[in-house]
């Protein structure tokens, strides 16, 4: 069965860090680009990030630059993405999601990827 999981999401003040993991079962992530979606109550889903399968290439969106890093570990299967700084605007739920291609689409193309996990909640309040 086909599964990703996210973990790592959790309540934390402005200016705190997070790392969120998905971890992927029932097939291996090595050939695929990986990206992170986030969703706010009462707002459309946001393409935050994208690491391509190699790791040597990662997008991100305007508002997290210089402050997420995506990496990855093929060996444990399982696809990071580092946030620090973080922002009160940052609070949503993010999903990570798999694209059955090694390179990422743009980063707003959420219907470029095949297989979604549930997502983790992130809140940033103090």
């Known amino acids: 069965q086909l599964q990703l999981v996210e973990s790592g999401g959790g309540l934390v003040q402005p200016g705190g860090s997070l790392r969120l993991s998905c971890a992927a079962s029932?097939?291996?992530?090595?050939?695929?680009?990986i990206g992170w979606f986030r969703q706010a109550p009462g707002k459309g889903r946001e393409g935050v990030s994208c690491?391509?399968?190699?790791?040597?290439?990662?997008n991100y969106v305007d508002s997290v630059k210089g402050r997420f890093t995506g990496s990855r570990d093929n060996a444990k299967n399982t696809v990071y993405l580092q946030m620090s700084s973080l922002k009160p605007e940052d609070t949503a739920t993010y999903s990570c999601?798999?694209?059955?291609?090694?390179?990422?689409?743009?980063?707003?193309?959420?219907?470029?990827?095949?297989?979604w996990g549930q997502g983790t909640q992130v809140t940033v309040s103090s």
């Open positions: 690491i391509s399968s190699s790791g040597g290439v990662t």
């Open positions: 029932g097939f291996t992530l090595d050939d695929y680009a």
């Open positions: 999601a798999v694209r059955r291609r090694p390179y990422c689409p743009t980063l707003s193309s959420s219907r470029d990827y095949d297989y």
